[in-house]
């Protein structure tokens, strides 16, 4: 540094959010407080909660100790809720009592319910503590950062959708997303400038997602849309509309005008991808065939 010259101010202004996003209120829900699944929760509303070791159960815990479709929970007509086994091979306890197989039975703020090897919690929607699981259960699903669903909760809906597809025979597509050289921006101008493109990006994701479609943060700088009756063609079209918009929108990490873009990569549901392990590999496919032929541009795997 010369004896004219100014230092440069490096410090780096830090972006307030408005805060975590209040959760609206919801039904009832049992949550798993010890076993397999454990943390995992399922809210009782106007349809029948199926529990068991079925990927379409509503709460699916699979184990070995649970029945494929073990115990039902719903809110009846006058806004009581009841439990019912489904002559499950280990028997649904109720507070340690066994539960007679088709035998409706009135549950409590607070019962515990035995699944298997799992124990449940049920909790009333009035309940205090169903708005702490609420919170608790709103911070296990999401990223903090962008507040699009995290990978872990990304898998386990995936694996629900899927299976929901093949049964009704119904399309289904998967978008694989990754931004094109993150990492010179983070390099350049920090991990609090390219925080905020992240979260830029994910919020363009949101915007271009359906109301049944899934979006998620599943990596660093990558990130999943599931698409839900979805072909192949409009699969393209929505993921060419979200590359674009991306490309078109202000970035500046570091208060540097920067052009941003993305690549995306795409998969659907056939014979030969019907798990979700196939599918992302596929989509994972044809992102890496979307990079290698220069970026910024949608491919799918055929």
């Known amino acids: ?32 407080i010890q076993g397999q699944g454990l943390g995992g929760r399922a809210d009782i509303g106007d349809a029948v909660l ?9 709460l699916s815990i699979p184990h070995k100790s649970v029945s494929r479709q073990h115990c039902r929970i719903w809110r009846d007509a006058g806004g009581q809720y009841r439990i019912r086994d489904l002559g499950a091979t280990n028997a ?5 009592a066994r539960l007679q197989a088709g035998a409706d039975v009135l549950l409590a703020d607070g019962d515990r319910i035995t699944v298997g090897e799992s124990l449940l919690k049920f909790i009333a929607q009035d309940s205090v503590e169903a708005r702490y699981h609420e919170e608790i259960y709103q911070l296990a699903v999401h990223d ?4 699009l669903h995290n990978r872990r909760h990304f898998c386990e809906m995936a694996d629900k959708e899927i299976g929901r597809a093949l049964r009704h025979g119904r399309p289904l597509a998967l978008c694989i997303i990754d931004v094109d050289l993150f990492k ?3 390099d350049r101008y920090g991990h609090i400038s390219g925080d905020e493109v992240l979260r830029q990006i994910g919020a363009l994701v949101r915007s271009h997602a359906r109301n049944d479609d899934l ?7 990558e990130f999943a849309l599931l698409l839900s009756e979805c072909e192949r063609e409009s699969a393209v079209r929505l993921a060419e509309r979200l590359r ?29 991808r019907d798990s979700r392990p196939a599918l992302m590999a596929a989509a994972d496919a044809a992102l890496y065939r979307a990079k290698s032929e220069g970026r910024n541009r949608v491919c799918v795997e055929d």
């Open 215 to 221: 979006a998620a943060r599943i990596g660093g700088e």
């Open 184 to 186: 010179p921006v983070n």
């Open 1 to 32: 540094m010369t004896a004219d010259s100014t230092p440069q101010d490096t410090t780096q202004r830090t972006l307030l959010s408005e805060g975590p996003v209040r959760p609206t209120p919801r039904s009832a829900c049992v949550v798993v």
């Open 92 to 96: 649904t306890r109720l507070n340690e």
């Open 144 to 147: 903090p950062l962008t507040e």
């Open 244 to 272: 674009e918009a991306v490309a078109v929108a202000s970035f500046a990490p570091g208060g540097e005008p920067q052009r941003i873009t993305i690549s995306i990569g795409i998969a659907t549901l056939s014979a030969d």
């Open 50 to 58: 199926l529990v068991g070791r079925a990927h379409e159960a509503g």
